[in-house]
């Protein structure tokens, strides 16, 4: 019975500490966002019709990786790490 329960404690602390890394990956990629990407797109991602930029609300990072590597637009921005793209894509998909 005491293994079943520190078998229940652990799962359910895994949990937990997926769901912090997921709310911490939004604060960061808020930041990253806020920094290089809400000019042009807006600060709630609404899209820009002035900078001919469309929403990005709910974008994966599959879709910003793609864009980042082929857009004109987004040439200064390849640097940008796999990690940061997922980043603000987690920070995306709070938008929605
Ligand atoms: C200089 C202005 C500018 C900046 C800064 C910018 N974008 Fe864009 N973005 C655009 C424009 C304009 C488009 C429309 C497609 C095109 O011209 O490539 C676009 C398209 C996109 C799309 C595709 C949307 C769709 O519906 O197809 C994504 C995703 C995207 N941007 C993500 C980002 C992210 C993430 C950042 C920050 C790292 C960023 N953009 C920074 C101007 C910008």
């Given at each position: 019975m005491k293994k079943v329960l520190s078998g229940i404690a652990v799962v359910a602390a895994l949990c937990f500490a997926g769901s912090v890394v997921r709310a911490q990956d939004a604060a960061n990629g808020e930041k990253t966002y806020k920094a290089k990407?809400?000019?042009?797109?807006?600060a709630n991602a609404e899209g820009k019709p002035a900078m001919k930029a469309p929403a990005v609300k709910g974008k994966t990072a599959e879709e910003i990786q793609k864009q980042i590597s082929t857009s004109p637009k987004h040439a200064?921005?390849?640097?940008?790490s796999a990690d940061e793209v997922k980043e603000i894509a987690a920070y995306l998909a709070t938008l929605k």
């Open positions: 990407c809400a000019g042009c797109h807006g200064g921005f390849k640097s940008l």
